[in-house]
T-cell receptor
Framework: DQQVKQNSPSLSVQEGRISILNCDYT??????FLWYKKYPAEGPTFLIS?????DKNEDGRFTVFLNKSAKHLSLHIVPSQPGDSAVYFC??????????????FGKGTLLTVNP | ETGVTQSPTHLIKTRGQQVTLRCSSQ?????VSWYQQALGQGPQFIFQ???????GRGNFPPRFSGLQFPNYSSELNVNALELDDSALYLC?????????????FGPGTRLLVL
């Protein structure tokens, strides 16, 4: 039972254009959502996050949108750069009594930004 | 400020053996989580440690066990290795409580079981 789904295994965009990565979830108890970027032979690097009480969070070229009613979030990268080429993971946090608890990850989307 | 480090980077074991993987948390972080990432999958939560005690566990059998030390470093032990245990093992550190929602990952240990 996959609670966090990234339905696009890969995405290819042109440098300078917008990249939109999507993520769907099923568990209403998730209280925080995070995006991580992963290069080969490295661990995931934190990119941006959003609380479930917000609908948008922006950090430079990266913006995350959350639609709670649709249980959907998306990561927008504008403008896309070749260095953004990596696997992007969507993750959701389950909060148990205020303690940090586990992250549930999607399978990832491979983003390729072409020069 | 040092990030999360893990050792070794690569490891080859045979079925039935035991393995210990190590992790040093980011400075100031008191919580460590371990994840298993199989090929083509996202990381899967194994367990989390806080104040040297297990603070939550995913769907992994008891032969996966862990330790957290007073300096917040951690170990993941896997007994009776199986072929399916071949994966990238990731450790992530964070801070308990408000503002500690983000987990920061190390580079991982790639384990191959033959």
């Amino acid at each position: 039972d996959q609670q966090v789904k990234q339905n696009s295994p890969s995405l290819s965009v042109q440098e300078g254009r917008i990249s939109i990565l999507n993520c769907d979830y099923t568990n209403s108890m998730f209280d925080y959502f995070l995006w991580y970027k992963k290069y080969p032979a490295e661990g995931p690097t934190f990119l941006i996050s959003i609380s479930s009480i917000k609908d948008k969070n922006e950090d430079g070229r990266f913006t995350v949108f959350l639609n709670k009613s649709a249980k959907h979030l998306s990561l927008h990268i504008v403008p896309s750069q070749p260095g953004d080429s990596a696997v992007y993971f969507c993750a959701a946090r389950t909060n148990r009594g205020g303690s940090n608890y586990k992250l549930t990850f999607g399978k990832g989307t491979l983003l390729t930004v072409n020069p | 400020e040092t990030g999360v480090t893990q050792s070794p980077t690569h490891l080859i074991k045979t079925r039935g053996q035991q393995v210990t993987l190590r992790c040093s948390s980011q400075s100031g972080h008191n919580t460590v989580s371990w994840y298993q990432q199989a090929l083509g999958q996202g990381p899967q939560f194994i367990f989390q440690y806080y104040r040297e005690e297990e603070n939550g566990r995913g769907n992994f059998p008891p032969r996966f066990s862990g330790l957290q030390f007073p300096n917040y470093s951690s170990e993941l032990n896997v007994n009776a290795l199986e072929l399916d245990d071949s994966a990238l093992y990731l450790c992530a550190s964070s801070v308990q409580g408000w503002g500690g929602e983000t987990q920061y990952f190390g580079p991982g240990t790639r384990l191959l079981v033959l």
